[in-house]
Nanobody, 120 residues
């Protein structure tokens, strides 16, 4: 049974930090590209950060501007998102995503999401 379980969300003041974590199980984690997405009310889901299966390649949404860092631990089957200098516009539900290309179609798994609220 595939599971992606996010944790670490919550309420933080502007300028503060949060560390999100995603624990994966039920699939071969080290073969999957991992991504963090977010979705704010009334807005489309957008890509926050991506890390390759080996961890060697990382990409971020333009709005991140050096504030966030994605990392993974293939021994522990976890992927984290360290978020610093948070802004109110970072408020959203953050989702963990696992993706890999199968022989005929991609395998694409999602977590339930964790709420991040940036407010004074």
């Amino acid at each position: 049974q595939v599971q992606l379980v996010e944790s670490g969300g919550g309420l933080v003041q502007p300028g503060g930090s949060l560390r999100l974590s995603c624990a994966a199980s039920g699939f071969t984690f080290s073969l999957y590209t991992m991504r963090w997405y977010r979705q704010a009310p009334g807005k489309e889901r957008e890509l926050v950060a991506r890390i390759s299966s080996t961890g060697l390649n990382r990409n971020y949404g333009d709005f991140v501007k050096g504030r966030f860092t994605i990392s993974r631990d293939n021994a522990k089957n976890t992927v984290d998102l360290q978020m610093n200098s948070l802004k109110p516009e970072d408020s959203a539900v953050y989702y963990c995503n696992a993706w890999t290309m199968g022989t005929r179609a991609p395998y694409d798994y999602w977590g339930q999401g964790t709420q991040v609220t940036v407010s004074s």
